[in-house]
C-alpha cells in the first residue's frame, strides 16, 4: 500500500497533516494570538519516515499503548507471551505496533479522515483479530477529535491512544517548561523502577505531580523526576472526570483543552528524546515536547482492580479525545 499525507483545515486558520502511516499527525497548525499560524507537534519531513526509528511522533499506538509488565498476560486462563521491547517489559503494541502499520484510508475529505487498519489473529502474539478504525475530525470549533473503534469476532485486548508531542510555543521552541499545565486528577497509578504499576494509587496533594491548580510545567519536574528516576513526568493520572487537561503557554497565547471519556491519561514529558532525530529542521531534544496520551491505566491486564482492556464480540472498545484550541 502507498504512503501518503492528507490534509484537514477548517475555517479559522487550522490546518492538519497527517499520514496513513500509523495515523500520524505531522503537522498541527493553529493561530497564536496573533493570528500567525504555529505548528504545534513534533513531527517529522515526510510520511515514509514515520515507517523508520522515532519516538512514537503523532501516531496511534496499540494494540496496548504504554506497557505490559513483562511481557505477559493470561486472557480466559491462556498464558500469551509478547515481546520485551522496553528492558525486560512490552511497550506501545511490540516490534511492531499499528504506529508502523500503513492504515487504509476509508474517507477523507477537508472535515474529517478515517482511517482502519485489520490486525490479523496472532500478531505480534496478541490473540484474535481486532478491526481498528481510527477518525480523526476537524471541526471549526478548532477542536481535533480522535474517535477510536475496535472491533473483535473473538476476544483480545486493547487500549488505544494518540502519542502526538505537544510544544504550544512550537515545534521549534527548546523546551516546554513554560507552558503552565492543569491536570483533572487527584491521584496517579503508582510504579515500579520499570513503569509498571503496583496496582495501588499514589495521591498528588502536595507532591510535585499536583497539577490540580495550573503550574508550569518547569516549575517541578527536577523533584519529579527525582522520585522515580524516569527524567520528568511519565505517570498515568487517574481522571476525575471528562475534562482530563488544559495547557496554556503565555508565549503564544495557544491553549489547548484535552476532552476524553477514558479513566486514564499518561502525562509524558518527552524524557528519553535524546538529540537522535530530526525532523522539519529540527533536532529535537529532551522535554522538547509533552504528550498527553488518554488511555486505560498501563499493564491494565494484569491489575483485576484497573478498569479492563478486554474486548469481546459483544464489548468493543470505542472511545474519543479531543483537542480544542484557543488564544487568550
Ligand atoms: C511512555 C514512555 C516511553 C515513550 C516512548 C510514552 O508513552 O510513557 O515511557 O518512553 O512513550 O516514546
Redo the contacts with the bound molecule.
Keep these: 500500500m502507498q504512503v501518503k499525507t492528507y490534509e484537514l483545515s477548517n475555517a479559522n486558520g487550522m490546518n492538519v497533516t497527517v499520514t496513513n502511516v500509523g495515523c500520524g499527525i505531522i503537522s498541527l497548525k493553529v493561530p497564536d494570538k496573533n493570528g500567525t499560524p504555529r505548528d504545534v507537534v513534533l513531527g517529522l519531513d515526510k510520511a515514509e519516515d514515520y515507517l523508520g526509528k522515532h519516538?512514537?511522533f503523532g501516531v496511534i499506538v496499540g494494540r496496548v499503548g504504554?506497557r505490559i509488565g513483562y511481557g505477559r498476560f493470561a486472557l480466559d486462563g491462556k498464558e500469551y507471551r509478547l515481546a520485551k521491547n522496553d528492558g525486560g517489559h512490552h511497550?506501545?503494541g511490540g516490534i511492531e505496533g499499528f504506529d508502523k502499520k500503513i492504515w487504509t484510508v476509508e474517507e477523507a475529505d477537508a472535515g474529517k479522515i478515517v482511517f482502519s487498519y485489520v490486525s490479523p489473529d496472532g500478531e505480534e502474539n496478541y490473540p484474535g483479530q481486532l478491526t481498528v478504525r481510527c477518525t480523526y475530525t476537524l471541526t471549526d470549533c478548532n477542536t481535533l477529535r480522535i474517535d477510536y473503534l475496535a472491533e473483535t469476532p473473538t476476544q483480545t485486548i486493547c487500549n488505544l491512544t494518540n502519542?502526538s508531542y505537544f510544544n504550544l510555543e512550537g515545534f521549534d521552541a527548546k523546551d516546554i517548561y513554560g507552558h503552565v499545565m492543569q491536570i483533572n486528577a487527584d491521584k496517579l497509578t503508582a510504579v515500579d523502577e520499570g513503569?509498571i504499576p503496583t496496582g495501588e494509587y499514589y495521591a498528588v496533594e502536595g507532591t510535585p505531580f499536583d497539577f490540580n491548580a495550573p503550574k508550569a510545567i518547569g516549575c517541578d519536574i527536577e523533584a519529579a523526576a527525582a522520585v522515580n528516576d524516569t527524567g520528568g513526568y511519565?505517570h498515568c493520572y487517574v481522571l476525575n472526570g471528562q475534562e482530563a487537561a488544559v495547557v496554556y503557554v503565555p508565549e503564544s497565547g495557544i491553549k489547548m483543552t484535552v476532552t476524553t471519556d477514558m479513566p486514564g491519561m499518561?502525562f509524558?514529558s518527552g524524557n528519553?528524546i535524546n538529540g537522535s532525530v530530526t525532523g522539519k529542521g529540527i533536532t529535537y531534544q529532551k522535554h522538547s515536547g509533552f504528550?498527553l496520551?488518554t488511555q486505560l491505566y498501563p499493564d491494565t491486564v494484569n491489575q483485576p482492580g484497573f478498569p479492563s482492556c478486554v474486548v469481546t464480540k459483544d464489548k468493543p472498545f470505542k472511545t474519543f479525545t479531543s483537542f480544542r484550541f484557543c488564544v487568550n
Excluded: A, I, K
Aim: charged letters at 15%.
Design positions: 519516538y512514537y504504554n511497550l506501545h502519542h513503569l511519565d499518561q509524558y528519553f504528550c496520551e
